[in-house]
């Protein structure tokens, strides 16, 4: 058996290896890395979004080769930037209404093992388009299927939390994307009962009631359509999709309906048992082919649907993915919301997230973290097995 020429030579590559692994799995920060400490009481959640996991349909090169890298990236990112938890804005499947139940929970034991030892950390999960599918196939029981497997979520795939004295609501932005389906009944009466809640709280500083609970119950058009609450005094939103983003034109802001202050809709409440919802007038309400039309033009939320969840909950910030790139936008009532890149390469473009920080005072302050582009890791790994191999073959000519 031949000699490797120099016995450093082994030693060296893998030395090369481990430093370009820890090269490329080292996220690059907007406004530089975050500090590695809090102050008392902050929060701080790494947002993540459009993973598109496929789970038991992997194939070899995505669970021996993807999977190894994504797993590598979020170590190292969690390492570098310290979260208490982290949220995951949608679409942590590629095709998650295509799938039964054990192939859903399949989906997520691969996000736990991407995660690894950091599976532990407080998670929290919102259902995106690809999750619960398209407007004309939208059903309440697949998503009430996969809803009960993510804890805090309702059947309606919405949720409300509380983490470190941070208020959290999540809402399933694609039953509102849709037109005409009693999911979007389900998400409106939601939205009422929390903005009853904050107002409330706001008011005698009554403790968070879980939902379902019946303390939203019985509440009337009033709470929600003169909303007492202030300006960002509501809790951190997270979405799938993007709200509506108004145009601006040479005599100020257009393409939002703004309505007098306090007052969320036009439209008179209707309970869902009348299968009319306050924001969709009987003449656009879109179903089958034109929901499905509806949905492939749009990438935000309609403009009523965004001044009823401004209206409504007064959002401290919100959260929001599905564009696949990142934006930092006020929207004309001062609200800030936030738009989390990708964190795939199956989209093409560069993986990344973002790190929320939640300050006690209500500062908020939002870093977004890239990662390397895939061609650089397959460069990378081509490149150290092309080494190896003429080192080997180097020791066979000696």
């Known amino acids: 058996m031949a000699a490797w020429p120099n016995p450093w030579l082994p030693l060296l590559l893998v030395a090369a290896l481990l430093a370009f692994e820890d090269w490329l799995s080292t996220p690059s920060c907007s406004g530089g890395e975050p500090a590695p400490d809090l102050a008392a009481g902050d929060l701080r959640a790494m947002m993540v979004a459009d993973l598109m996991l496929l789970g038991s349909d ?3 090169a995505d669970r021996f080769f993807r999977d190894h890298v994504t797993s590598k990236l979020f170590t190292k990112s969690i390492q570098t930037t310290n979260p208490d938890m982290i949220i995951v804005l949608g ?3 590629a095709r998650g209404s295509e799938h039964n139940e054990s192939k859903w929970i399949a989906v997520l034991e691969q996000f736990e093992g991407i995660l690894g030892q950091y599976s532990s950390l407080p998670l929290h999960i919102v259902l995106g388009d690809k999750d619960v599918g398209e407007c004309s196939s939208l059903d309440g029981k697949l998503v ?10 309702d059947s309606s795939g919405c949720g409300a939390f509380e983490f470190s004295n941070t208020s959290f609501v999540s809402l399933n932005a694609v039953a509102l994307l849709c037109g005409d389906n009693m999911l979007r009944f ?19 500083g009554a403790d968070h009631s879980p939902l379902g609970s019946e303390n939203g119950e019985g509440v009337g058009a009033h709470s929600w359509r003169q909303n007492s609450m202030t300006l960002g005094s509501g809790p951190v939103l997270l979405l799938h999709i993007p709200l509506h983003k108004s145009q601006k034109s040479d005599t100020g802001v257009i393409g939002v309906p703004m309505f007098p202050d306090g007052t969320v809709s036009d439209h008179p409440l209707v309970p869902p048992s009348s299968k009319q919802s306050p924001l969709v007038p009987p003449s656009s309400k879109q179903s089958g082919v034109d929901g499905r039309r509806l949905y ?3 990438h935000t939320l309609p403009a009523n649907s965004t001044q009823y969840i401004l209206q409504a909950l007064k959002p401290r910030i919100i959260f929001s993915a599905h564009a696949d790139s990142f934006s930092d936008y006020t929207h004309p009532d001062g609200t800030r919301e936030v738009t989390v890149p990708a ?22 302050s939002v870093n977004c973290c890239w990662l390397v582009q895939e061609w650089y890791i397959m460069t990378g790994y081509s490149v150290f097995l092309f080494l190896t191999a003429l080192a080997i073959r180097w020791s066979h000519w000696i």
Request: proline residues 3%; positive net charge; glycine residues 10%.
């Open 144 to 153: 009430h299927r996969m809803a009960k497997h993510l804890p805090g979520l």
């Open 186 to 204: 389900s998400v409106e009466k939601v939205m009422e009962k929390e903005s009853h809640h904050f107002q409330k709280k706001r008011l005698n």
């Open 58 to 60: 992997t194939t070899y």
């Open 343 to 364: 964190m795939t390469w199956k989209k093409g473009g560069m993986p990344g997230f973002a790190i929320a920080t939640f300050g006690q005072k209500g500062v908020v």
């Open 296 to 298: 492939d033009q749009s």
């Open 91 to 93: 679409d942590i499947s």
